[in-house]
T-cell receptor
Framework: AQTVTQSQPEMSVQEAETVTLSCTYD???????LFWYKQPPSRQMILVIR??????QNATENRFSVNFQKAAKSFSLKISDSQLGDAAMYFC????????FGTGTRLTIIP | GAGVSQSPSNKVTEKGKDVELRCDPI?????LYWYRQSLGQGLEFLIY????????KSGLPSDRFSAERTGGSVSTLTIQRTQQEDSAVYLC??????????????FGSGTQLSVL
C-alpha cells in the first residue's frame, strides 16, 4: 500500500523568512508525479507545486520550490519570503491510481 | 463549468437519516474521486470513477456508503443511516485521467457534513 508521511503536524515561521515542510513516500511506480497542495480555511485544495519523478531538476514556482530525492523517496517543500497568505494546511500527495495524501502540516505565519 | 462544483456546501442531519452529496466535475474530465477529511486530519480516499465505472471502492468505510456516477459526469455519494462518526468534510476531485502520471486533481470546495 502507498504511504505518505508528513512528520511535522505544525510549523511556524516569521514573515519573510524561509520554511521547509518535509514529506516522505513509498511507491513501486517508476514514473509518476508528486504534489504539494495547500488548503486554506476556505477548504479549497489548491495545487502549489508538482514534480515529475523522471526529471532530476527540482520544480520551482515563484517562492515555492521542492527538494526531490528520488532514491530516498523524499519530497520537501521550501517556501521562501513567507507571507501571511501562506498560512494554511499543506498536504503532500504521492502517486498511484488514487492520490494518497499525507496527514498535513499546519503552517502559521508570524507577523 | 469552470471548476468542480459540490453541493450542498453544508449539511446538517440527524443520526439515522440518509444524505446525498453531489459532485459536478469539470466538463470532459473522465476521472472523479471522493475523499473524506475528518476534523484536523488528512484526506482519506473513498472511491474513484473512471467514466461511470468504479474500479476501486476499497476506501468506502462501510456498506452504508455508496456512490454512483451517471453519464460520465455528475456523481452522488450516498450515506445511509448516518452516524456521528460520519461527520466530516467530503471532498470531490476530478482529472483528465488516472494513474501515477496523472498531472493534477482539481478539487471542489467540499461538503461539510454534520450528524447530530
Amino acid at each position: 500500500a502507498q504511504t505518505v508521511t508528513q512528520s511535522q503536524p505544525e510549523m511556524s515561521v516569521q514573515e519573510a523568512e524561509t520554511v521547509t515542510l518535509s514529506c516522505t513516500y513509498d511507491t513501486s511506480e517508476s514514473d509518476y508525479y508528486l504534489f504539494w497542495y495547500k488548503q486554506p480555511p476556505s477548504r479549497q485544495m489548491i495545487l502549489v507545486i508538482r514534480q515529475e519523478a523522471y526529471k532530476q531538476q527540482n520544480a520551482t514556482e515563484n517562492r515555492f520550490s521542492v527538494n526531490f530525492q528520488k532514491a530516498a523517496k523524499s519530497f520537501s517543500l521550501k517556501i521562501s519570503d513567507s507571507q501571511l497568505g501562506d498560512a494554511a494546511m499543506y498536504f503532500c500527495a504521492a502517486p498511484g491510481e488514487k492520490l494518497t495524501f499525507g496527514t498535513g502540516t499546519r503552517l502559521t505565519i508570524i507577523p | 463549468g469552470a471548476g468542480v462544483s459540490q453541493s450542498p456546501s453544508n449539511k446538517v442531519t440527524e443520526k439515522g437519516k440518509d444524505v446525498e452529496l453531489r459532485c459536478d466535475p469539470i466538463s470532459g474530465h473522465t476521472a472523479l474521486y471522493w475523499y473524506r477529511q475528518s476534523l484536523g486530519q488528512g484526506l482519506e480516499f473513498l472511491i474513484y470513477f473512471q467514466g461511470n465505472s468504479a474500479p476501486d471502492k476499497s476506501g468506502l468505510p462501510s456498506d452504508r456508503f455508496s456512490a454512483e456516477r451517471t453519464g460520465g459526469s455528475v456523481s452522488t455519494l450516498t450515506i445511509q443511516r448516518t452516524q456521528q462518526e460520519d461527520s466530516a468534510v467530503y471532498l470531490c476531485a476530478s482529472s483528465t485521467g488516472v494513474g501515477p502520471t496523472n498531472e493534477k486533481l482539481f478539487f471542489g470546495s467540499g461538503t461539510q457534513l454534520s450528524v447530530l
